[in-house]
């Protein structure tokens, strides 16, 4: 009996075939615009890159999808450094859209109180 358990054969690479890997990451919002945002984060992001991220927008969150337009080293810690990147959102969903300007408009009439 084979010790195979799989469904399929897998095929050996030969040399090398790239991929890229999508992980967690905890991110702090600076800043936030119906565009935009800026983001510090403990990992360097590649300029021109796309990823999702989930922004909690008080009661409400959105995954958006969004290209790093820079990504520079922010502060530096004995143990880690934080980058600072700013984002662009592209091709954002209506939900999103309607959270992120919900969150702008809320944020703004309670800084007014």
């Known amino acids: 009996m084979s010790d195979e358990r799989r469904r399929e054969e ?10 890229d890997v999508t992980i967690v990451e ?8 119906q565009h935009g945002a800026s983001v ?3 990992r360097s992001l590649a300029l021109e890159s796309l990823h999702d991220f989930r ?4 009661d409400r969150s959105a995954i958006v999808k ?15 450094v934080i980058y600072r990147a ?10 999103a859209e309607a959270a992120i300007a919900a969150y702008i408009l809320d944020t703004k009439a309670a800084r007014e109180r």
């Open 66 to 80: 969004a290209r790093v337009a820079y990504c520079r080293v922010s502060d530096i810690w004995p143990d880690h």
């Open 55 to 58: 922004l909690a927008l008080g």
């Open 86 to 95: 700013g984002l662009e959102f592209l091709e954002l969903s209506p939900h």
């Open 10 to 19: 897998r095929l050996r690479i030969l040399g090398t075939l790239p991929g």
């Open 40 to 42: 510090e984060i403990e």
């Open 26 to 33: 905890p991110v702090r919002i600076i800043d936030i615009s």
